[in-house]
Nanobody, 119 residues
Framework: QVQLVESGGGLVQAGGSLRLSCAAS????????MGWFRQAPGKERELVAR??????????YYVDSVKGRFTISRDNAKNAVYLQMNSLKPEDTAVYYC??????????WGQGTQVTVSS
């Protein structure tokens, strides 16, 4: 079992920044792909960013709408993953979820953290 706890969400004006954190417990997650998803009201959950394990290069992926504004990173010593969000836009408003893929059939999710960007 893996427990993921997100923090760092909140209300920010357009153009502002937030840093989301996701702390994992119950298992070391440094060997697994981790990611951030988001879900806005009335929309499907979408992958925002993901990062591969450090030993495989720490390769990152971003959805087009956040490229150049968001940065995903991981701290293996802290068993954590982060999402730095800059130049936030109202359309970034959503609940953001942290996830870790332990195997092809096993994903763990956090409870989510609300990000609201006002115009």
């Amino acid at each position: 079992q893996v427990q993921l706890v997100e923090s760092g969400g909140g209300l920010v004006q357009a153009g502002g920044s937030l840093r989301l954190s996701c702390a994992a417990s119950g298992r070391t997650v440094s060997n697994y792909v981790m990611g951030w998803f988001r879900q806005a009201p009335g929309k499907e959950r979408e992958l925002v960013a993901r990062i591969t394990p450090t030993w495989s290069g720490g390769t990152t992926y971003y959805v087009d709408s956040v490229k150049g504004r968001f940065t995903i990173s991981r701290d293996n010593a802290k068993n954590a993953v982060y999402l730095q969000m800059n130049s936030l836009k109202p359309e970034d408003t959503a609940v953001y979820y942290c996830t870790v893929r332990i195997s092809i059939n096993t994903d763990y999710w956090g409870q989510g953290t609300q990000v609201t960007v006002s115009s």
